[in-house]
C-alpha cells in the first residue's frame, strides 16, 4: 500500500487488516457466491459496527466513532481493498444516515443514530425510483399530510439494503408541494414491502431492493429539517457519499495493481517472469499513476471536507477519476494476468472486475459527475 500517509491512517490501515484477516477473508467467497435469493449478512454486519466500521465517521455522542473524513474514507479504501463488497456495508451505512446526522432535529439524531451507527438497526437511502434516476427531482412518490402524520405512496429501486432496512430516509413530494421533502420511514409499517434484487454483477454482499410503499404511516414528528428541501438534502448528502464511492474506486484500483505486480514476478513466460517485459511493465506503470491521482483527488475532497470548506465539485472529480481509475486498473490486471484473472476460481481479478463496475453509476453516473465539474468550470 502507499507509504506516503500519516500516522493516523496508518494505525487505521493496520487495524482495518487484522479485521480483515479475521472476519472477511474467511467469508468473502461463500458471501460473493451465495445462492439466490441472497441473504444479508447480519452478523458480519454487527462486527463492522462492533469494530466501529459502520459509524466510524458519525458523531461520538450519538455511539458514532466521530473521526474526520480523511480518516473515514482511509477506513473504506482499505475494507474496499480487502473485500469491496463487505466496506460497501459500512459505507452504505454513512450514506443512509448523513442526512439524519446532518438535517435531523435532536430528538431524530437519538432516537435513530445510535442504533444505526453500532449496526444495531440498518438504515436505507430511499431516492431512486424505477422512472427517476439521475433525474431525481423528478420523483413521484407521494406523502399525504393528514392530522397523524404522513401517508406514503410510490414505488422505489435500486435501494441499497432496502430490502432487509429498519428504516428509511424516504424522499417523496408532500402533496401540495412542487419540490422533495424528505421523511423517516418505520419500515415495519404496514404496506412497506421490499424484495431483494437477483442477480448483481458484483457487490453481492451488500444486498440492494426494491420497495413499494402502499399507505405507509409515518408520525409527523419523522419529517427531516423542512419542507421543500429534501432535493438540497440529498445532493449534500451525495457529495460526501461520492467521496465514499471514490475511496472504494481507490481501494479496487490498489488491490489490482498490488495483486498484478506479485502475479507478474511470479508467471513465468518465455523463460523470465512476465514483469521483466516491458508491456507488462508499462500496464504496471500506468495503474500505479492512476492509482495514486485517484488517491490524491479522493484525499483532497476529504480534506476540504472536514475544514467546512464547500467540496462538491472536488468530490464529483474524485469520484469520477478514482472508479475510472478502478476499472482502467482491474482491466489491466485481468490482462496482465491472462487465463487466471478471468476465472475466478484461481484470483480474486474475477470478482475485482464485477465489484468495480458500479462505481461508475451509483452516487451519480460519471456522465451526472461531468455535468456538475462542467458546469463548475466552465459557468451555466
Ligand atoms: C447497486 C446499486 C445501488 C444503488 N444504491 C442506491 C441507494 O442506496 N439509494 C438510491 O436512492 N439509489 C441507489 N442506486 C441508484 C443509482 O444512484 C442510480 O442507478 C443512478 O443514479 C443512475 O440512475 P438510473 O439507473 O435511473 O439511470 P438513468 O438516470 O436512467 O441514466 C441512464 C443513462 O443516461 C445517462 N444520463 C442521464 N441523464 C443524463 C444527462 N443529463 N446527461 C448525460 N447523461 C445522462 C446516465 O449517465 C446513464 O448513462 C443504486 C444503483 C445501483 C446499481
Known amino acids: ?62 455511539e458514532g466513532q466521530g473521526k474526520s473524513s480523511l480518516e473515514y474514507i482511509t477506513s473504506v479504501e482499505e475494507l474496499c481493498y480487502h473485500d469491496a463488497a463487505i466496506g460497501l456495508l459500512a459505507a452504505v451505512a454513512e450514506l443512509a444516515t448523513h442526512p439524519i446526522i446532518h438535517f435531523g432535529n435532536d430528538e431524530q439524531k437519538k432516537k435513530y443514530v445510535p442504533d444505526c451507527a453500532m449496526g444495531r438497526r440498518i438504515p436505507a437511502f430511499v431516492l431512486t425510483e424505477p422512472n427517476a434516476g439521475s433525474d431525481a427531482a423528478s420523483l413521484t412518490t407521494t406523502a399525504v399530510e393528514t392530522d397523524d402524520g404522513y401517508v406514503i405512496n410510490g414505488e422505489k429501486t435500486f435501494i441499497m439494503h432496502g430490502d432487509v432496512a429498519d428504516l428509511g430516509v424516504v424522499f417523496c413530494k408532500i402533496e401540495g408541494k412542487p419540490k422533495l421533502s ?121 480534506m476540504m471536507q472536514d475544514r467546512g470548506e464547500k467540496f462538491s465539485v472536488e468530490a464529483a472529480m474524485a469520484k469520477l477519476y478514482a472508479s475510472e481509475a478502478a476499472n482502467f486498473c482491474v482491466d489491466r490486471a485481468m490482462q496482465i494476468h491472462g487465463g487466471y484473472g478471468f476465472i475466478g476460481e484461481f484470483t480474486q481479478i474475477e470478482k475485482l472486475y464485477r465489484d468495480q463496475r458500479v462505481l461508475e453509476i451509483y452516487e451519480g453516473t460519471s456522465e451526472v459527475q461531468r455535468l456538475v465539474i462542467a458546469g463548475n468550470v466552465i459557468g451555466r
Open 182 to 302: 424528505a421523511i423517516i420511514v418505520e419500515t415495519d409499517q404496514p404496506g412497506w414491502e421490499a424484495r431483494t434484487l437477483r442477480n448483481k454483477m458484483g457487490m453481492r454482499a451488500a444486498t440492494t431492493g426494491h420497495i413499494l410503499l402502499k399507505d405507509v404511516k409515518a408520525p409527523k414528528e419523522n419529517l427531516l429539517g423542512e419542507v421543500g428541501r429534501g432535493f438540497r438534502y440529498a445532493m449534500s448528502t451525495l457529495d460526501s457519499a461520492r467521496v465514499g464511492v471514490a475511496a472504494q474506486g481507490v481501494g479496487i484500483a490498489q488491490r489490482a495493481l498490488d495483486e498484478s505486480i506479485a502475479y507478474a514476478k511470479k508467471r513465468i513466460a518465455f523463460g523470465a517472469p512476465i514483469a521483466k517485459l516491458q508491456a507488462i511493465q508499462w500496464m504496471i506503470a500506468d495503474m500505479a499513476v492512476r492509482t495514486e491521482a485517484a488517491r490524491a483527488l479522493t484525499y483532497k475532497a476529504a
Open 1 to 62: 500500500m502507499n507509504k506516503n500517509v500519516d500516522e493516523r491512517q496508518q494505525a487505521i490501515r493496520d487495524e482495518v487488516k487484522a479485521f480483515a484477516e479475521k472476519e472477511m477473508y474467511p467469508i468473502s467467497r461463500e458471501l460473493d457466491e451465495m445462492p439466490e435469493p441472497r441473504k444479508f449478512p447480519r452478523e458480519l454486519y454487527r462486527k463492522l459496527g462492533d469494530a466501529g466500521y459502520i459509524g466510524f465517521v458519525m458523531p461520538s455522542e450519538y
